[in-house]
């Protein structure tokens, strides 16, 4: 299968804890995104990367909250100091530039902040 | 700023039972309306792509529309494989890339 991977696919810490996701894109993609999605609602944009250059951010992305893409392949989303509102859903996708520039999304990580 | 509002927050249909799902948007320069199907517990699986009124797509038990103004994804003859939530996004202009979320109609298909 070679579709978008992330790692781990649940996630449980508490309160202040800093935690790290991993999020691998379809290879050939050169576009990758973060979203946020809780329960009942439809996912909620984070942050974009073109190659290693993170090129959009959200006004949801708090300082506590950094996104990398060092080699232009795979990302890693940290929070720190996690905080109980921070449980959710973290999904990633990826997209080629070019064409129809469709975002295809992964399994997603579920964080529980006790 | 971009808003996507679907309609109804959920479904119960009968197997065979057709009906239709809707997604109002209001966004500057749609680039593209988007339809994903998203089982619990998993990430959305990408459906369709609209991008000018008129536009018609399908693939098996669904077709899906769009207007200047909604989108509707209609459902011929569900069978209960078709339970989901369905998610509708628009892409607005301005360059920018996210997507731009509704929050789902919640479809159950009762054999």
């Known amino acids: 299968d070679t579709g978008v991977s992330q790692d781990p696919r649940h996630k449980i810490t508490k309160r202040g804890q800093n935690v790290t996701f991993r999020c691998d894109p379809i290879?050939?993609?050169?576009?990758l995104y973060w979203y946020r999605q809780t329960l009942g609602q439809g996912p909620e944009f984070l942050t974009y990367?073109?190659?290693?250059?993170?090129?959009?951010k959200s006004r949801l992305l708090s300082d506590r909250f950094s996104a990398e893409r060092p080699k232009g392949s795979f990302s890693t989303l940290e929070i720190q100091r996690t905080e109980q509102g921070d449980s959710a859903m973290y999904l990633c996708a990826s997209s080629l530039r070019t064409g129809a520039d469709t975002q295809y999304f992964g399994p997603g990580t579920r964080l529980t902040v006790l | 700023e971009d808003q996507v509002t679907q309609s109804p927050e959920a479904l119960r249909l009968q197997e065979g039972e057709s009906s239709s799902l809707n997604c109002s948007y209001t966004v500057s320069g749609l680039r593209g309306l988007f339809w994903y199907r998203q089982d619990p517990g998993k990430g959305p699986e990408f459906l369709f792509t609209?991008?000018?009124a008129g536009e018609e797509k399908e693939k098996e038990r669904l077709k899906a529309t769009l207007t200047k103004k909604e989108s509707f994804l209609h459902i011929t003859a569900p069978k209960p494989e078709d339970s989901a939530t369905y998610l509708c996004a628009v892409r607005g202009g301005q360059g920018a890339q996210k997507l731009v979320f509704g929050q789902g109609t919640r479809l159950t298909i009762n054999p």
């Open positions: 290879s050939e993609h050169n576009r």
């Open positions: 609209l991008y000018s």
């Open positions: 990367f073109q190659n290693e250059a993170q090129l959009e």
